[in-house]
């Protein structure tokens, strides 16, 4: 089992319940999980799908033989990998939600730099710019929660 397999797995568990997680590991059907999500709710389009490949979370899984832009990508979503995973185990919904939403933007911003320096794309670039300045808005008055719930 793939390094993503076992977090996909994880996370449909603690979102879904462990059946559908159990269910969804032993068919291998992994695919569109993302956060918790049946697959039929997350659907990449097209043109993403056709840029990528099946088997290409496998080299990923271990960093071999990536290009600058998949490392870069690749890099960027293990800044969100672990903490995200983490606030999944957290069992106050609330708390939960803004700690995995802070992870989850910190990653977006992460990728989004990315764009900002390998991107050609103008508008693509545009885009990337405004996802940093919404995300880090939104991470700071998550933060702020939080660190107004722990008192």
Known sequence: MTRQHLLATLF??????????????????????????????????AACLAASEDTAMAPMAHGADLDPVQAANHAAMQVMDGPMMRAATIKDADLAFNCGM?????????????????????????????IIAAQEEEIAEMTAWVEAWGK
């Open 12 to 45: 449909s568990a603690l979102l879904l319940g462990p059946a559908v997680a159990q269910d969804k590991a032993a068919t291998g059907d992994m695919a569109g999980m993302h956060h918790g999500a049946p697959a039929s709710e997350v659907v990449l389009p």
């Open 102 to 130: 802070v992870a989850h933007h910190a990653g977006a911003i992460a990728m989004a730099k990315v764009e900002l320096e390998m991107g050609k794309d103008e508008a693509s670039k545009a885009l990337a710019s405004r």
